[in-house]
């Protein structure tokens, strides 16, 4: 059964995206280590390629399949550009 994250979750990249579109990122409040490997389009893809090692951003997932630790991302919350200090705002 496919886990949803119905709320965006701040993750920090502890790996960037590799040849295959594959990246890691940590989840802030648990410390769970997620692997990103598919995207809901191609400017989201492009945006998570674009962050370093460190970078922090808040992302919407859900999980692909049922026996691996393997996530689509749906989407990228905040405003702007994500970069390695973005946190969750509540104001516009």
Do not use: C, F, Q
Request: glycine share 6%.
């Amino acid at each position: 059964m496919a886990g949803l994250s119905t709320t965006p979750e701040l993750v920090t990249v502890r790996s960037e995206m590799n040849d295959h579109g594959s990246m890691t990122v940590e989840l802030h409040e648990t410390n769970e280590t997620r692997h990103l490997v598919e995207y809901e389009s191609e400017r989201i893809r492009n945006t998570l390629a674009s962050l370093s090692v460190g970078s922090r951003v808040p992302l919407e997932m859900t999980r692909v399949g049922s026996r691996s630790n393997v996530w689509k991302v749906i989407a990228i919350h905040g405003r702007g550009a994500p970069t390695a200090d973005l946190s969750i705002s509540t104001t516009n």
